[in-house]
Structure formats: C-alpha cells, structure tokens
C-alpha cells in the first residue's frame, strides 16, 4: 500500500497538509478500505481513527471513520462525523447515510426532516436513489409497509442499473403480500445485479417456489371440488 491507489480528489484534499503526513495518511486511507472489504472492522478503526487524528480538518479522513463507525453499527458516532465532513466540504453527498443513522437510532420523525431537508436537492440521481432506498426503510421501521412502496415509485424505478431501488421495491411489495408483482420486480434486480450485490436470485429462487405452490395447491383444490361434485351427483339424474 503506497497510498497514490486514492482517488484524486482525495489526494487533493491532502494537499493542505505536509507531504510526509499526507503520504502517511494516505496509507492509513488506503488500509481503511482494504481492511473494511475484508472485514476486519477493528483494523479498519484502527486505522481510521489514526488518519483522522493526523488530518483532522481533511474531509476524507472524517468521511473514512464515519463509515468504519456506520459499519460497526455506531451510529452516533458515525453521525457525528458524517456532519463533521458536510461542514468541512460543503457536499451533503453523505445524506442518506446521515438519514440512516438517525433511523438507526430510532429517531424516525428526525430521519424524515432530514431527508426532506433543501439539501437534498443537490444530490445527484445515484445519491436520490440511495436517499429513496433508506427513507422507503424509515417508513417500513414504521409500520407504514404501503407509505414505503409510494416512497419507492418514480421514474427511476426502470432505469437500467436501479437494481438496488428495484430490489428494496420488490422486498417491499413482498412484505405486502403481492408475491407475483415482486418476483417480477426481484426478477429485474437479479438481471441488473450482474456482481451480485443483493441476493435477489436467491428471493426469485424462493418466490418461483411459492407461486408455484400455490398454483398446485389451486388445482388440488379445483380437482377436489370437482371429484366432490361428482361424487354428490344423484344417481337418478342419468
């Protein structure tokens, strides 16, 4: 890890610290994300807490811990820094996470006020997207199965590569009970989901099971009827 495998951007950010910092940190960043894809959340911490402590006022570095913390589940830490980067940036690009962890800690009503915040509409139509995806899960926390599905509706939904929205809209639907509308709606988030990031053909794997349960259970029933009606005709009628 030599720490120049970092976005640009990122590197343009370091820029304002000294050079054997921002090399050092680098690396730190760098063995963020290598240790969080093998999930070694401890390491990842480690490290994270480390860049942020040499580069404090560099976004990145807040942004790094943030997600470590949203990893492990702390979510009052990782709002915290998440806001710490929006002040520092002035990029509101962690919205939906920011919306997730007030829905992580149970504060609904405060999920929602965000999401509806001015700043949501300066997000671009992948971070709308995500933004959707969580307050579609805010309201399912809820209760409010059918509020979710509304939540879900719009234009994006047959955009080729929603399969994330596509999924959360099929799960959805499930939940409601409309088996057959969601597996044809899993059906188009499997064949989207070409790196099989959600495990949307394991759920068409399962529905295709239970409509087709429940077609065989029809014709039982249809053939039972009928062996009944045949079996109750009066003799005298032939």
Known sequence: MTGQELDRSVHHQ??????E???GVARHLVMVAATLAADETQLAL?????????AGRVP???????MVAYRMGDYNRALGEFRTVRRLSGSSH??????DCERGLGRFDRA?????????RTLTAAEREELTIVVSGVRRDMGQDAAALVALQGPGLRRKGAFRLQYAYADTLAALGRA??????FTRAALG?????TDAVERVEELQGTVQTDLLAGDDSEESGAEDSRGTEDPDVR
């Open 14 to 19: 370091l820029r304002t610290l000294t050079k």
């Open 21 to 23: 910092n921002a090399e």
């Open 46 to 54: 480690a490290h994270a807490e480390t860049a942020a402590r040499r």
């Open 60 to 66: 990145a570095a807040r942004e790094a811990l943030g």
């Open 94 to 99: 962690l919205l939906a996470l920011m919306v």
């Open 112 to 120: 929602l006020e965000l999401a509806s915040s001015p700043e949501a």
């Open 180 to 185: 057959d509308e969601a597996l044809d709606w």
């Open 193 to 197: 989901d070409v790196e099989g990031e």
